[in-house]
């Protein structure tokens, strides 16, 4: 008998619970109200971080790309200087062989 009258008591113990619940929540809104919106909350919160990391990354990734290109065209133009350089500018070339005229 003791043992029916213990699950009878927590029976109307969770209704009593359920009941406060339901009065706190008519007063506050907070179940309704507070907890849905606090989903979409933290799922805004989630997407935009997700969103400005992506744009991070990205824009590491077009800076580490141009400073590559910069270095490679920094390269090609130490490369064509010193070809540049190789060559004998032509005010000092030897102008003692005559150019061949061609004969229409």
Do not use: A, C, W
């Amino acid at each position: 008998m003791v043992l029916n009258e213990k699950l009878l008591y927590d029976k109307f113990e969770n209704f009593r619970f359920y009941r406060k619940l339901k009065r706190f929540d008519k007063r506050s809104g907070f179940f309704t109200l507070g907890v849905p919106s606090l989903i979409v909350m933290m799922g805004i919160i989630v997407t935009g971080t997700f969103i400005v990391d992506k744009q991070l990354e990205v824009k590491y990734l077009r800076e580490q790309s141009l400073s590559k290109r910069e270095l490679t065209l920094k390269e090609e133009h130490e490369e064509m200087l010193k070809m540049l350089n190789k060559v004998v500018p032509s005010d000092k070339l030897d102008n003692s062989v005559p150019i061949p005229k061609i004969e229409d």
